[in-house]
C-alpha cells in the first residue's frame, strides 16, 4: 500500500493548486471589478469562487481514492485502518481546494487595500466547509464506483448542485450550497442567515463523512456498513432540515439594509456616509450639489441632510445610492428620481402604475411623449396646470403611490 508521501508524489496536486489558483484570481478579478469597494462584498465574492472549487476538488478526490482502489486490488487490503487511508488519500485535493480559497482571498485583499475592514471570519468558514465537504463527496464516489464513472460524475452533480439552484424555486433552495456571488452594495449587509444555512448543510456532510470513515472496517462488513449508514442520515437529516428552516425566509439575495451611518461631514448640506464613503466624499458631496439646484429649481426646500442608504422621516433628509461606477450627475439623478417611492409589492392597478411613472416622468422631465396614448393625455393635463399647482399634484402623487393608490383624478375628470 503506497505510504503518504507517495501518494502526495503521485497525486495531481502540483498542477491542480496552480490551476485552482489561477481560476479563483480570474474569478475574484472579474467580479470585484464592477463591485463596490466593500469587505463584505469582498469576502462574499471570494468565497463564491467555490462554486467552481468544490466540484473540481471533489473530481480530484474521487480520482485519489480510486488511485487506493486500485492499489488495494494490486496488492492486497492495507494494514493501516481504512479511515487513516481515506484521509491520507484525499489531503492532497483538500490541500489543492484550499490553495484556491487562499488566491481568492488574497485577490479580494489586494483589490480592498486600504478599506477599512477584513474578510469576514463566517465566509472564510463557510469556504473552507465546501471545498472540504465536496473533498468528502468525491471520496464517497471514488470509493463506491470505478474512477472513469466516478471522476466526471461526481464533478457534473455537484457543479449542477453549486450552480443551478439559483434560477428555480424555492429559494431556499439556493441558500444551501454555499454559492455567495451576491454583489453586495454599501448600504446592504448580508441576513446572517444566508451565511449560516450553507454553513449547517456543508458542515453536515462533513460530520457524515468522519462518521462514515469511524465505522468502516477493512472487510467492509454488513454491520459496519449499516451502521455507518444510520449515522449519516442521523446527521444529513438534521443539517438538511436545519439548513432549510434557517433560509426558508430569504429572497432571491440574502441581504439586509445596514445600519444607518454614523459617520456625517458638516456642509450646506450634511453627509451621513459609512467608513467605505471617506475617499469619495467630495464626489458625493457634487452629486448632493447637483440634486439640490434640480429640484430647488421645481420648488422642492433645499434638505439639511443627505444619508447613503437609510430610509428618511421627513423632507429635510434625503437618501442616496450609489455604486463603483457612480458619477456626481448619475448619483445626482437617483437623488431626484428617488422622490418619488417604488410601488409597494402587490400593486397591480393601472392607476397606480400611471400615477408612479407620470409623477418619475414630471420630476425627471425624462419624456415629453410616451409609447401610452393614456400617458401622453395625462401628461398634458399635467402640464396644462400652473407650476404651483403642478408641484402640489406631485406630492399628492407621491403620497397616492406609496399608498398603493391614484391620483389620477386630480387631473380633472376628462382623463381620470
Excluded: K
Excluded at 469587505?39 to 481514492?65: C, M, N, Q
Excluded at 422631465?365 to 409609447?371: G, K, P, Q, R
Amino acid at each position: 500500500m503506497p505510504r503518504t508521501p507517495v501518494l502526495w508524489r503521485g497525486s495531481l496536486f502540483p498542477l491542480a493548486a496552480p490551476a485552482l489558483a489561477l481560476f479563483s484570481w480570474l474569478w475574484v478579478n472579474s467580479q470585484l471589478a464592477t463591485e463596490d469597494r466593500y469587505w463584505a462584498a469582498g469576502s462574499a465574492t471570494a468565497t463564491s469562487a467555490t462554486f467552481f472549487l468544490g466540484p473540481l476538488t471533489a473530481a480530484l478526490a474521487a480520482r485519489e481514492v480510486g488511485r487506493i482502489r486500485h492499489a488495494a486490488a494490486v496488492f492486497g487490503r492495507p494494514v493501516r485502518p481504512p479511515a487513516r487511508v481515506v484521509v491520507d488519500a484525499v489531503a492532497p485535493a483538500t490541500a489543492a481546494g484550499l490553495v484556491g480559497v487562499l488566491a481568492a482571498y488574497l485577490t479580494a485583499s489586494w483589490h480592498l487595500l486600504g478599506v477599512p475592514g477584513g474578510p469576514d471570519g463566517r465566509f472564510v468558514l463557510l469556504a473552507v466547509l465546501v471545498v472540504v465537504a465536496h473533498t468528502a463527496v468525491g471520496a464517497a464516489f471514488g470509493w463506491w464506483s470505478r474512477p472513469l464513472i466516478a471522476i466526471p460524475s461526481c464533478f457534473i452533480l455537484l457543479y449542477c448542485w453549486m450552480a443551478l439552484p439559483i434560477g428555480v424555486e424555492p429559494m431556499w433552495l439556493r441558500h444551501l450550497t454555499g454559492f455567495t456571488d451576491w454583489g453586495l452594495a454599501v448600504y446592504l449587509e448580508v441576513d446572517p442567515a444566508g451565511v449560516w444555512a450553507p454553513i449547517l448543510v456543508n458542515g453536515g456532510v462533513l460530520v457524515a463523512f468522519a462518521l462514515a470513515l469511524v465505522c468502516s472496517t477493512p472487510d467492509r462488513s454488513p454491520g459496519s456498513t449499516a451502521t455507518g449508514a444510520v449515522l449519516c442520515a442521523a446527521v444529513l437529516v438534521p443539517a438538511l432540515a436545519g439548513g432549510i428552516s434557517t433560509a426558508s425566509h430569504l429572497g432571491p439575495d440574502p441581504v439586509v439594509l445596514r445600519a444607518a451611518p454614523d459617520e456625517c461631514f458638516d456642509g450646506p448640506v450634511t453627509l451621513c456616509g459609512y467608513p467605505e464613503d471617506l475617499d469619495r466624499i467630495e464626489e458625493i458631496r457634487a452629486g448632493v450639489d447637483l440634486a439640490v439646484a434640480e429640484l430647488t429649481s421645481r420648488g422642492f426646500p433645499a434638505p439639511t441632510r443627505a444619508i447613503h442608504g437609510a430610509g428618511a422621516d421627513d423632507e429635510e433628509t434625503w437618501t442616496f445610492t450609489m455604486n463603483a461606477f457612480s458619477s456626481p450627475e448619475s448619483l445626482a439623478s437617483s437623488i431626484v428620481a428617488a422622490q418619488v417611492p417604488s410601488m409597494p409589492e402587490g400593486c397591480g392597478g393601472m392607476g397606480t402604475y400611471l400615477t408612479y411613472y407620470l409623477a418619475l416622468d414630471w420630476l425627471t422631465t425624462a419624456e415629453d411623449e410616451f409609447d401610452d396614448p393614456e400617458l401622453n393625455e395625462h401628461w398634458a393635463a399635467l402640464h396644462r396646470l400652473p407650476e404651483e399647482d403642478q408641484l402640489a399634484w406631485f406630492h399628492g402623487a407621491r403620497d397616492a403611490v406609496a399608498a398603493c393608490g391614484s391620483h389620477l383624478d386630480a387631473l380633472g375628470p376628462e382623463v381620470s
